[in-house]
């Protein structure tokens, strides 16, 4: 700790930083794990399938088994009310595109491919014109390429 402290000290911003940092490291040091229990149901609403999850006061930990086990069992196979329902449209950003090294990686979780294996089905894709140049370490074109190969070109 005692480097750290000496080298965060020529910064203009070490008093609030050091005290942010041994607090974090306090909180760390006092923390302790405890078990928890959720409680999920699938429910079957006129052939609508959907699961929720048990709630109380915006809280959804139950900090006893036997409670947790007692309320499931109360709740298991009854009929159960609809309290409050919101329907959210949500709009996500595009994955990135891939580098040929985070290609290699997931080809090989997913599919179980080598990266040799990877890039010579990249490659063959490449050549069919279905992918970009597969070899590149860049995840992003820019709105602006254009202009950059303009003046790249003169």
């Not at 700790?1 to 050091?18: H, S």
């Not at 109380?56 to 947790?68: D, G, S, T, V």
């Amino acid at each position: 700790m005692y480097l750290i402290i000496q080298q965060l000290a020529w910064a203009g911003f070490q008093t609030p930083l050091l005290a942010e940092i041994v607090k974090r490291e306090r909180l760390i040091e006092q923390f302790t794990a405890e078990d928890f229990w959720t409680i999920r149901a699938t429910f079957n609403n006129q052939g609508k399938v959907y699961e929720g999850e048990w709630f109380h006061e915006k809280e959804n930990r139950i900090f006893k088994e036997e409670q947790a086990e007692r309320l499931s069992e109360l709740v298991c196979n009854q009929a159960s009310t609809i309290m409050e329902m919101k329907e959210v449209t949500r709009t996500y950003q595009p994955p990135l595109l891939y580098c040929l090294s985070t290609l290699q990686m997931d080809a090989g979780s997913t599919f179980g491919f080598k990266p040799a294996e990877t890039l010579k089905y990249a490659q063959s894709l490449y050549d069919k014109g279905y992918l970009s140049y597969p070899r590149t370490l860049s995840k992003k074109y820019y709105m602006d390429i254009n202009e950059c190969y303009t003046k790249v070109m003169n």
